[in-house]
């Protein structure tokens, strides 16, 4: 099964600068981050660089929850010790029988649902996910499960950068005239693949999904005002679900064949923290200044679900309060690509993103990939 896992996390006129990760991050002697000028040529400030505008946003996570107390019963663990260090207190996970493809067709129903529009309307679908339930991919069986089987539909990984790559990817063929409307999902289910006693992995992961829709414009007054998206390869052993098994040898004459599966995630917290606080406060400041805006025009920032010192780094890096952090966490747990999505959509069925607002988002996790997309909701 393909699949790659994250903490904590088309072509088209757009120029993406690309930085490494041991790339110095400029800062002033306050200690906050410096903004970058660097690639994007004449960003005109609450303009979309690209003309898609996201008009509905929708989630879901499966119903069966795992909480802090009971992880103190399989691990040598406490509900203080997690809470102190990832800020999660609760993770959602898929029950026996249940698919990754259920829960992101249902997020991906209720986003089509905010928008307005009917399934026959999208013409695209993008299904970010490291954990499919088939190999081959997922997004054909969740365009199906919504109700329009007939359009085209593939599957991106990019760990917990999915999501972002996945909005960047499906809002540039929109611009390109290419389709009309995109239902963009992050989805889940790295449950499946924790070693449920290994007390350093097993608290982090939870399962979920998210999903918005983006609808072509000649205009457009919301959706990416600007984006920047990096990977670096280097860093691959960090964070990782590699494949493992054994050698078999089918009808004889010496030749051989390896099968088995996946092996659990492992991950090294030490670097992963020091390379998402040292990449993400910089691939922020990157966005913003593509987009032609700087700090002081967001209005919410929303970054990958990993870990809540990770967040509290990053907003003081930027100078910014944690009150305009967006974060589920504590409910839901590391769900890698759902988790921009699915933050964002709670976020906006509760009032508290409203059409206008400007919402930094910064996706970052295993590849080692990282990015960041400035958004203006439009719905």
């Not at 002697?29 to 690639?39: D, E, F, I, Y």
């Not at 406490?78 to 990832?86: G, K, P, Q, V, Y």
């Not at 085209?152 to 996945?166: E, I, M, N, Q």
């Not at 390109?176 to 007390?199: F, I, N, P, Q």
Request: charged content about 20%; some cysteine; glycine content about 12%.
């Amino acid at each position: 099964m393909r699949v790659s896992a994250c903490i904590a996390a088309a072509c088209g006129a757009v120029h993406v600068a690309h930085a490494f990760v041991g790339a110095p991050v400029p800062t002033g002697s306050s200690g906050r981050v410096q903004q970058r000028h660097l690639s994007m040529s004449s960003p005109v400030a609450g303009k979309s660089l690209l003309k898609g505008r996201l008009i509905g946003s929708g989630s879901y996570a499966p119903p069966n929850t795992v909480s802090n107390l009971e992880l103190e019963k399989v691990v040598e663990t406490s509900d203080e010790w997690i809470t102190t260090r990832t800020g999660i207190k609760n993770r959602h996970v898929l029950a026996s029988g249940a698919g990754l493809s259920d829960i992101a067709a249902e997020a991906g129903r209720r986003a089509i649902q905010a928008a307005g529009v009917d399934a026959s309307d999208i013409d695209l679908v993008i299904l970010a996910s490291s954990s499919p339930d088939d190999l081959f991919g997922d997004a054909t069986t969740i365009a199906a499960a919504v109700g329009n089987q007939g359009l085209v539909a593939f599957d991106l990984t990019a760990a917990c950068s999915g999501f972002l790559f996945a909005t960047v990817t499906a809002s540039q063929f929109l611009t390109t005239g290419t389709y009309k409307r995109a239902l963009v999902l992050g989805a889940d289910a790295l449950s499946r693949w924790v070693e449920w006693d290994d007390r350093n992995t097993c608290i982090l992961f939870g399962d979920g999904a998210g999903a918005v829709v983006i609808e072509a414009c000649e205009e457009a007054d919301s959706g990416i005002l600007g984006f920047a998206l990096h990977s670096d390869g280097g860093g691959h052993e960090s964070l990782k679900l590699g494949y493992k098994g054994t050698k078999e040898t089918p009808l004889g004459g010496g030749k051989s064949v390896t099968t088995g599966q996946y092996a659990a995630i492992s991950m090294n917290g030490r670097e992963v923290y020091k390379f998402a606080t040292r990449e993400v406060p910089a691939v922020l400041l990157e966005a913003l200044d593509n987009a032609g805006l700087g700090v002081e025009d967001v209005d919410f920032l929303l970054l990958h679900q990993a870990n809540i010192r990770i967040m509290e780094a990053v907003a003081q890096r930027l100078g910014m309060s944690m009150d305009k952090v967006i974060t589920n966490l504590s409910e839901y747990g590391n769900t890698s690509a759902a988790s921009i999505p699915l933050a964002l959509d709670e976020a906006v069925r509760s009032g508290k993103v409203k059409k206008g607002d400007v919402i930094a988002c910064a996706g970052f996790g295993a590849g080692l990939s990282w990015g960041a997309a400035i958004l203006k909701w439009g719905a």
